[in-house]
């Protein structure tokens, strides 16, 4: 894997230690360290070792690199506290999407209750959609593809 930096970007200054962070796991590839926010209790970043702002710029090899070490890092966090009961991982992209770092990164949430801080809506629209409505939509995606 390519290790590129961004000198202005905070979590290339993780990687490089020249801020400090709180590292559970990390190799050539991947850093996995707390978040400073801490969500829930273990709320990890799992980020690339190399400057890449969103899942957009992946190629197909960083992916496999990098999505690699998601499932391993998780069993970890989880079975580091019995209380953990469930874990959402989320990957914002674009300010929209509420990213504000911007070296992608994966957030691995650890769950204790459906009362504990952490919280994702999706909303159920389908009473808004019909099979034309789907299907148009379907077809500009799929036409990406090609
Ligand atoms: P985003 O909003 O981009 O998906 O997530 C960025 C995350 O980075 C936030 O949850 C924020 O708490 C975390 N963060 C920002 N600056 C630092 C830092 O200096 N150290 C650590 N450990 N986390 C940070
Ligand atoms: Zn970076």
Redesign the pocket.
Known sequence: MTHDYDDDC??CK?IKGE?P??TVYEDDDVKA?????Q?TPG?T?VIPKTHVPDIFAYDADLAATVFAKIPMIARAVRDANPAINGMNI???NGEVA?????HS?F?LVPRYTDQDDFKMLFKDNSANYDDAKYAAIQAQIQAQFN
């Open positions: 905070i979590f993780i801020i962070s709180y360290f707390l978040d400073i926010s969500g709320h970043l989320v990957n914002n509420y990213q504000s770092v911007f990164h957030h």
